[in-house]
């Protein structure tokens, strides 16, 4: 009979390889919406949602953010300390605009609103850091 021993290390050490690479390529995946709403120049309501997408997106990696992540794994607790980084990187990936002016009696009302709609990212969690990227769809 042939002994297997000697293949033992050589599929112990494939296995890991893969493990491996398949742990590093997968970052885990959310839906991020935000919307934020003022009123002659007053904040009435700033809302960031965020959730864990339930499906795998498609499309591709777009322009990457950098947060410091204070060994945490909890995603809102990351963009809440790292606030002003990621509204500015989400200003960047482009933001619905739409504002309204009345004048009644020599009055003047605005209100503005900013949306950015459901987007994708990808989250890859490491000990210090977290890198976010928004998932790009494919032209259709």
Excluded: W
Aim: with cysteine; glycine share 2%; proline share 1%.
């Amino acid at each position: 009979m042939r002994s297997r021993d000697g293949n033992q290390t050589f599929s112990l050490s494939i296995c890991a390889i893969i493990l491996f690479y398949s742990l590093a390529l997968s970052a885990s995946e959310y839906l991020i919406s935000y919307r934020y709403f003022v009123k002659n120049a007053i904040l009435y309501n700033e809302t960031l949602e965020i959730a864990h997408a339930m499906h795998k997106c498609k499309g591709t990696p777009s322009t990457s953010l950098l947060l410091e992540s204070h060994n945490s794994k909890n995603i809102k607790q990351i963009i809440a300390l790292n606030h002003e980084k990621f509204i500015d990187y989400i200003h960047q990936l482009g933001i619905h605009v739409e504002h309204q002016e009345q004048i009644i009696n020599l009055q003047t009302i605005s209100t503005t609103i900013l949306t950015l709609k459901t987007t994708c990212f990808t989250v890859d969690f490491n000990d210090n850091f977290v890198i976010i990227s928004a998932l790009k769809q494919p032209n259709k």
